[in-house]
């Protein structure tokens, strides 16, 4: 079946060493996504790709990093993740962005990160 | 700037009760309204609505979006322990292309 997949499932890190978590889909969409989602809180927007064109949200800090180095494959880099950043990391991917209509998005399971 | 506001935050029923959870956007250039089920894991999307007064269904659930008003409504009909979740509505607009704002959800406790 066409999904997406988030690996680890579940990462643990220490204070201030990278860490990186990767997904992938075989929809074959264009865009792809990362948010992170604190506990009781909504989603929050890190960044999406479309195709390859990069857009960061304002607020997303400079710790967060991400690449997409095919169609398929797109990854989270946390260069020092401090405390604040233990959260799940949802990684959704949507068909089109631009002229479409709706923007139905497929989420994958998650990474749930803490930081020790 | 845009919001989605859901209401109300968290909500406690027994089964069999029907229940009605709101969410109101303020968006530019809205495009479509989509509401997710998120259990203890990634969201799994429910509905996405674009025009007004058509109502979406699927089993149980049903939800219905109102442009001029802004809002849209999920009903949960016959409710049971497996609906327990956060439900979240979020907005998609021509704006923030590609880019969906989330409410903060509203959280569903069916208790038996």
């Known amino acids: 079946d066409a999904m997406v997949i988030q690996n680890p499932r579940y990462q643990v890190t220490q204070f201030g060493k990278p860490v990186t978590l990767s997904c992938s889909q075989t929809?074959?969409?264009?865009?792809m996504y990362w948010y992170q989602q604190k506990s009781s809180q909504a989603p929050k927007l890190l960044f999406h790709?479309?195709?390859?064109?990069?857009?960061n949200e304002a607020d997303t800090p400079d710790n967060f990093q991400s690449r997409r180095p095919n169609t398929s494959f797109c990854f989270l880099d946390i260069r020092s993740p401090g405390l604040g950043d233990a959260a799940m990391y949802l990684c959704?991917?949507?068909?089109?962005?631009?002229?479409?209509?709706?923007?139905?998005?497929?989420f994958g399971p998650g990474t749930r990160l803490t930081v020790l | 700037e845009d919001k989605v506001v859901q209401s109300p935050l968290s909500l406690v029923v027994h089964e069999g009760d029907t229940v009605t959870l709101n969410c109101s956007y303020e968006?530019?250039?809205?495009?479509?309204l989509l509401w997710y089920k998120q259990e203890k894991k990634a969201p799994t999307f429910l509905f996405m609505l674009?025009?007004?007064?058509i109502e979406k269904k699927s089993g149980r659930l049903s939800s219905i979006l109102d442009k001029k008003e802004l809002f849209s409504i999920l009903n949960i009909t016959a409710t049971q322990t497996g609906d327990s979740a956060i439900y979240l509505c979020?907005?998609?607009?021509?704006?923030?292309?590609?880019?969906?704002?989330f409410g903060q959800g509203t959280t569903l406790q069916v208790k038996p």
């Open positions: 959704a991917t949507s068909r089109d962005g631009a002229g479409a209509v709706g923007n139905e998005q497929f």
């Open positions: 929809l074959n969409h264009n865009v």
């Open positions: 790709y479309y195709d390859k064109d990069f857009n």
């Open positions: 968006v530019t250039n809205f495009r479509s």
């Open positions: 674009t025009s007004s007064g």
């Open positions: 979020a907005v998609d607009s021509l704006r923030n292309t590609g880019k969906l704002i």
